[in-house]
């Protein structure tokens, strides 16, 4: 009997369940958004119970008529979350989610107590207030009752899985986001948890990717719908599964994913430090003895959505068509509207039009932001090869491949053909993936990619743009660096 698996994809706000066959086909897909509850002190968290009641129904509404053919469920979910729990594996606040900014509040004292440079070499992640080390910090400073009440700390893929399986469990991609895990060992660092004052006993035990954690609990089946013995797989964060479902295990195969954030990534087979003092990218572990080097950034896809709901009332198609009529004439936009998590760049940056004359339309500016999001992953890019690692091809997933415009400047900014897959649903193919080859229906993960992931676009440099792109690259450069002393200033407005 063919056996099928279920994916489900937590995200910051939906989530998203796919059932996926042995040939890669998505045969139902259904999302549901999440509320995050927002306040003005920058609070953004997921109510757990009300996010997996939201889960589990969205589960039992997919597999209707797969009740009895699902094999294997998958997880991946969003980095950066975290979710004290009390001795009673009780949450004692909703899940800090990777948009809260309260921990910025303590961050520059923490920046004066951490020798962050050493962190660094041992977590793979560069000083920014987004990873739960931070979070754990501004509880203790902040939330202090809260802080010495929690006896364990969990991401937000891990409490789904203490919710199904009854324990504590994390795995390596996402563990390695907290900035307490060891980049090398790949187990939890003494130096980060000393500091915070927790022990390896307050956190979840690591389980790689790829390996099967058990079977799901009678009780958990049925809350799920599901009547077979069903296995469950800890799978890879979001970000990793989109790689996985364009073919991030191919050799030197870079990934750039344009969703609301943007990531570019490599696989590599061990993990790499940036030499630059400034700690460009980060390295984070994937799976199967694979290592994911690279940066991501605040802001991408985020870009089109601003420009449609604050400032042109237009489509995204029509956006992207307003675009298409004209360069951008000299115009450049530095993209930070939600600051930036690119260390190169830093969280107090912010959006910046430069150049602008009385000629220029909404079609330059517009153009201007698409420009500014590739040449911001570029900055990436140019970080991995001074540190000599290879990228020989470029693929491309989430909403902004949509845009063929956007992918021809892309293509035309790195000098290098960007191909594009098959699956509209990349998270959800690799996860499968990962589930398939973990259920022994592929020998490795590398035969999996192979035989699943198809191409179906190729987008090539326009010769006419390369040069051009090339100069422009190179002064935007030269605006964010010579703008950060301008940020500063305006930060403490």
């Known amino acids: 009997m063919e056996e099928l698996i279920l994916a489900v ?7 998203k369940a796919g059932i996926v066959d042995e040939n890669g086909r998505i045969l139902k897909v259904k999302s549901r958004e999440l509320p995050i509850e927002k306040d003005d002190t920058g609070k953004a968290e997921h109510n757990p119970e009300e996010i997996f009641n939201i889960f589990v129904s969205l589960v039992r509404e997919i597999v209707s008529e797969y ?3 699902i ?3 998958v997880l991946s979910s969003y980095m950066f979350g975290i979710l004290p729990l009390d001795k009673n594996l009780k949450p004692l606040t909703g899940i800090i989610t990777l948009l809260d900014l309260r921990s910025r509040e303590t961050f520059e004292e923490l920046c004066k107590l951490v020798d962050f440079e050493e962190l660094y070499k041992r977590t793979g992640c560069p000083p920014l207030f987004i ?5 754990i910090y501004w509880l203790k400073r902040k939330r202090r009752k809260i802080y010495e009440n929690a006896r364990y700390y969990i991401g937000s893929k891990d409490y789904f899985l203490l919710r199904l399986l009854g324990g504590l469990y994390t795995e390596p991609s996402q563990s390695i986001s907290t900035q307490l895990m060891n980049v090398h060992t790949l187990t939890w660092d003494p130096y980060p948890l000393e500091f915070l004052g927790i022990k390896e006993e307050n956190l979840p035990k690591i389980i790689p990717p790829e390996e099967i954690l058990g079977k799901l609990p009678l009780e958990s089946k049925k809350i799920l719908g599901l009547k077979k013995d069903v296995y469950v797989l800890t799978g890879v964060y979001d970000g990793g599964a989109v790689g996985l479902g364009i073919g991030a295990m191919g050799d030197s195969i870079g990934v750039i994913n344009i969703g609301t954030t943007g990531m570019l990534r490599v696989t590599y087979p061990k993990p790499v430090i940036d030499k630059d003092k400034s700690m460009r990218f980060q390295a984070y572990f994937l799976c199967s003895n694979k290592w994911y080097i690279g ?3 605040n802001n991408a896809g985020i870009i089109l959505k601003w420009f449609r709901d604050n400032i042109f009332n237009l489509s995204y198609e029509d956006l992207t068509s307003e675009a298409q009529k004209d360069d951008s004439k000299n115009l450049f936009f530095l993209p930070f509207i939600t600051g930036e998590r690119y260390p190169e760049i830093g969280n107090i940056a912010s959006g910046v039009f430069f150049g602008l004359k009385s000629f220029h339309n909404k079609n330059h500016m517009i153009r201007a932001g698409l420009e500014g ?11 991995l090869k001074e540190n000599n690692i ?10 902004g491949t ?6 021809s400047i892309f293509a035309s900014v790195f000098n290098m053909p960007i191909k594009i897959t098959e699956s509209e649903e990349a998270g959800l193919l690799g996860s499968a993936l990962l589930g398939f080859t973990a259920l022994k229906k592929f020998k490795t993960l590398e035969e999996a990619t192979e035989k699943l992931v198809k191409i179906k676009n190729i987008y090539y440099p326009n010769p006419d743009w390369v040069e051009d792109y090339n100069k422009k690259f190179h002064f935007f450069k030269f605006l964010v660096r010579n703008l950060k002393d301008a940020f500063e200033r305006h930060n403490n407005l």
């Open 402 to 407: 949509r845009s063929s415009l956007w992918m």
């Open 67 to 69: 009740e009895d053919k």
């Open 390 to 399: 290879e990228i020989k091809e470029l693929r491309a997933g989430g909403g």
């Open 9 to 15: 994809d937590i995200g910051t706000t939906n989530i």
């Open 295 to 297: 940066g991501a950034v």
């Open 71 to 73: 094999s294997l469920l």
């Open 131 to 135: 990873y739960p080390f931070s979070r």
């Open 373 to 383: 999001v590739a040449f911001t992953l570029k900055m990436a890019f140019e970080a």
